[in-house]
C-alpha cells in the first residue's frame, strides 16, 4: 500500500505540473523567452543519471559482445562526422562503428563542442572493441559506448564535456578520469531505448462503426474495440483512445509476431504486455485463466484472447508459432480501459513492467486530465511525457524483477 501511495502522490504532481510543462503560450506569463540554462560541469569521478551504467535508468543491461562475424555486426553503423576526430590507433576503423542511437547522440554533441569552444572539436579515443581491450561486460564490445576528449586535449574542459554529452542525450555519462569522459547509450532493441511498448504502424484495430483503421491512422478520441476487464477477461466494448503513449511512425523495429491458431497474428515489442493462459485453449475466457506477460515471453501453446466482436466475450486462442520480423512504426495506443483489440488479439495498453493492474491505477491521473481537459488533439511524434515520468519514477522505486530484463542491469556480470 505505501508503494501505490507513493506512486499516486507522484503521479498527482505530474497532474498538477501538467498545464505547465504542455502550455507554450500565448498567454500570461508562457510567451517571455526562458534564460539561457546553465551548464554545471561534472566533477571527477561523477556519472549521470546517479545510478549504475547497466541499469534500467541508465544504459541497460548487455545483449552480448557483436563481432565482426556475428549476426547482429549489421547493427553497426559507421560514423564518418568530419566534425569529430576519431583516434583509430588500431587504423581498422573500428572506432567509427556504433550504434544508430549512439551515432545519434555523438552527432549532436559534436555540435555543441563546436558551439561550446569554436575551433574545437569533439574526438572519440575508443568506440567499439573487437580486440578484448576492455572488461568482459563493457558496453565498447556493443557499440553502445564512446569514450571521449576534445581535439584540443584540454584537460581543464573535460567536466564541461562530460555536460555536454549529458545535455546531448548520452545515456549514462561518466566522468571517468583526467584522460577522458565515457558515454554509453541503450540498445536498439531496450525497452527503455524504445520507450517500452509499441505496435507496428500497419497493426489494425477495430472502430466503432466496424471499419478497420491502421495504427499510423488512429487518432486520440476515436473508439476502438477494447475489452471491459482489465485483466483481458470479460465483454468487448468500444473504448476512447485518450493519448499515444509513444507515437514514432518512421521508426524501424523488432518486432514478435505471435501466429495463433484462429489465424490472427499479432506483432509487437518485447516488453510489450499480452494476455495469456495456459492448457486447454478452447472455449470463452474466464479471469482466473490469464495473466500478462512480455511478448518475449510468450511461448508456443500457450493461449491469447481472440476477439470476436462488440458485446461478445473474447476465446482463446492457442499460439502455434512465433517469429521474428522488422517492421516499420512504433505505435502504443492508451485507451480508457487499458486494453485494445490490435488484429482481433487483446493486448495491454501497457508495457515494461509486468504489472498491468498497477500500470493501469498509474496512469489514471492522464485518464482524469483527459477528462478534465477534453481530447488532446493530433499528438506530436516521440515519447509521451507522463510515461517518461512513470518510467523514471518505477525504475527508482520497483523491484527491478518487475521490469523486462532487457531494461535491467545483467545481475550476472
Known amino acids: 500500500m505505501r508503494l501505490l501511495a507513493l506512486l499516486g502522490l507522484l503521479a ?14 500565448p498567454g ?3 510567451g517571455k523567452r526562458r534564460p539561457p540554462k546553465k551548464l554545471t560541469p561534472l566533477s571527477l569521478k561523477q556519472f549521470s543519471p546517479n545510478v549504475a551504467e547497466k541499469t534500467l535508468g541508465a544504459s541497460g543491461r548487455l545483449e552480448g559482445k557483436i563481432t565482426r562475424n556475428s549476426e547482429r555486426f549489421k547493427e553497426l553503423t559507421p560514423n564518418y562526422n568530419p566534425d569529430i576526430i576519431f583516434k583509430d590507433e588500431e587504423n581498422t576503423g573500428a572506432d567509427r562503428l556504433m550504434t544508430q542511437r549512439c551515432k545519434d547522440k555523438l552527432n549532436s554533441l559534436a555540435i555543441s563542442v563546436m558551439n561550446m569552444w569554436p575551433g574545437v572539436k569533439l574526438r572519440v579515443t575508443e568506440g567499439w572493441d573487437e580486440d578484448g581491450n576492455h572488461f568482459d561486460d563493457s558496453l565498447h564490445y556493443e557499440g553502445r559506448a564512446v569514450d571521449i576528449t576534445t581535439s584540443d586535449r584540454d584537460r581543464n574542459k573535460y567536466g564541461m564535456l562530460a555536460r555536454l554529452a ?3 542525450g548520452f545515456d549514462w555519462v561518466y566522468y571517468e578520469s583526467k584522460a577522458h ?3 554509453s547509450v541503450k540498445s536498439e532493441h531496450s525497452v527503455a531505448a524504445k520507450t517500452g511498448g509499441c505496435f507496428p504502424g500497419g497493426a489494425l484495430v477495430t472502430l466503432e462503426d466496424g471499419s478497420r483503421k491502421t495504427m499510423r491512422e488512429l487518432q ?5 474495440l477494447a475489452s471491459l476487464q ?6 468487448l466494448l468500444y473504448s476512447e483512445v485518450i493519448a499515444f503513449l509513444d507515437r514514432s511512425p518512421a521508426a524501424r523495429q523488432q518486432f514478435y509476431t505471435l501466429v495463433t491458431d484462429s489465424g490472427a497474428m499479432l506483432s509487437l515489442t518485447a516488453a510489450h504486455l499480452v494476455f495469456v493462459a495456459k492448457g486447454n485453449c478452447s472455449g470463452p475466457v474466464a479471469s482466473s485463466q490469464l495473466q500478462t506477460v512480455f511478448a518475449s515471453q510468450v511461448q508456443p501453446g500457450q493461449c491469447v484472447v481472440w476477439a470476436r466482436g462488440a458485446g461478445q466475450e473474447g476465446h482463446l486462442s492457442q499460439v502455434s508459432r512465433i517469429k521474428m520480423k522488422e517492421d516499420t512504426g512504433l505505435f502504443a495506443p492508451l485507451t480508457r480501459h487499458g486494453t485494445v483489440v490490435v488484429n482481433d488479439i487483446v493486448s495491454s495498453c501497457y508495457a515494461a513492467t509486468d504489472r498491468h493492474r498497477l500500470a493501469h491505477w498509474a496512469f489514471g491521473p ?13 499528438q506530436a511524434e516521440g515519447v509521451h511525457w507522463y510515461p517518461s515520468l512513470l518510467h523514471w519514477v518505477g525504475s527508482r522505486i520497483l523491484n527491478p524483477k518487475h521490469f523486462h530484463p532487457w531494461g535491467m542491469m545483467d545481475m550476472d556480470t
Open 12 to 25: 498527482s504532481c505530474a497532474l498538477l505540473l501538467a498545464p505547465a510543462a504542455q502550455a507554450c503560450g
Open 28 to 30: 500570461r506569463g508562457y
Open 166 to 168: 549529458v545535455e546531448a
Open 181 to 183: 569522459v565515457h558515454c
Open 220 to 224: 486520440p478520441g476515436e473508439r476502438v
Open 230 to 235: 482489465s485483466d483481458g477477461s470479460g465483454q
Open 366 to 378: 492522464l485518464r482524469a486530465l483527459h477528462n478534465w481537459g477534453g481530447p488532446m488533439g493530433h
